[in-house]
């Protein structure tokens, strides 16, 4: 029997959905707009469509959008304090610099002079500590959406054996946090695990973030088990250009009792939990309730 297909656009749509409801009240009840400024140096082209499509979408749930657009050559003093600018910035309540940044500047540097509170991408270090010591903290926004995926298919997670495959510090590491946090079992595979086919056969949840084209096949899974895939691959198939995610769609929809497809699985939600993560900061710098089913 062919599995669920768990539609990350209609998901999408329906945080999205519940991030408007919350801005309207904010500004009706409390006179407060949440405000997101997003940073983007140089000229990478996927970096401008992101940019791009974060300020629509911004904009769409009523809230504060806020570009600054700098030249590839801008140096690390100038940028920084841009940061600091927005960091005092009242009417700024999640501040976002669009990676990577030219090879220049000190990515790790330029993340840690957010100011934690209005990090909403939840890679500042400390935001990565208050997240591994289970306190509450910024969450970095892609694996937000798979948490928020797994519990809307699953209900309660508790007690159910998950692997991620892949140790990034933006996917793999934070996703096997909250999966902690939930009361999973987990385990981290990565390129060094041996016999990884057998690691994965014993999960009742995958999550694959490698960023290696179809890697995970059909025969790895565990029959009934749900496949959250991360990866965006562009490949060349029949002479034509193909996205495909870490995992072997076909096969595995074979096995697997859901399954996010690619495109249109986890990529929709990554936007979609950003703008949560900001109208979350918003209400935390205000002292007011964090919105419901919007958190980890």
């Not at 791009?52 to 030249?71: A, C, F, N, P, Y």
């Not at 054996?161 to 793999?172: L, P, Q």
């Not at 390129?191 to 999550?207: L, M």
Request: net charge negative; proline share 6%.
């Amino acid at each position: 029997m062919a599995a669920t297909v768990i539609d990350g656009k209609a998901f999408a749509a329906t945080v999205r959905a519940k991030v408007a409801g919350h801005v309207a009240r904010l500004k009706e009840e409390h006179g407060i707009t949440p405000g997101l400024a997003v940073v983007l140096v140089g000229e990478d082209p996927a970096s401008q469509v992101y940019v791009r499509s974060k300020g629509k979408q911004t904009v769409e749930v009523g809230m504060k959008s806020v570009e600054h657009k700098l030249d590839a050559s801008t140096s690390e003093a100038d940028l920084l304090a841009l940061i600091d600018q927005l960091n005092n910035d009242p009417e700024i309540h999640g501040i976002l610099v669009q990676l990577p940044l030219p090879k220049h500047l000190d990515e790790d540097l330029v993340i840690n002079s957010i100011n934690p509170a209005k990090d909403v991408d939840g890679f500042h270090i400390s935001n990565v500590g208050l997240l591994s010591t289970g306190q509450k903290s910024m969450v970095p926004c892609t694996p937000l959406g798979c948490l928020m995926m797994l519990r809307d298919h699953h209900g309660s997670l508790s007690g159910m054996d998950a692997v991620v495959i892949g140790r990034s510090n933006i996917v793999g590491k934070p996703m096997a946090q909250l999966l902690l946090g939930d009361s999973c079992t987990v385990t981290i595979a990565h390129s060094r695990t041996k016999n990884i086919e057998e690691v994965v056969r014993r999960a009742d949840i995958v999550v694959a973030a490698v960023g290696r084209p179809e890697m995970v096949p059909g025969d790895w899974m565990k029959p009934g088990a749900t496949v959250i895939d991360v990866g965006i691959n562009r490949i060349e198939r029949d002479g034509k250009n193909k996205l495909v995610g870490d995992v072997d769609f076909a096969s595995a929809s074979e096995v697997a009792g859901a399954i996010t497809p690619v495109p249109g699985g986890v990529g929709p939600m990554t936007i979609a939990c950003l703008l949560a993560n900001t109208v979350t900061a918003c209400a935390r710098a205000n002292g007011l309730p964090e919105p419901e089913g919007l958190t980890a």
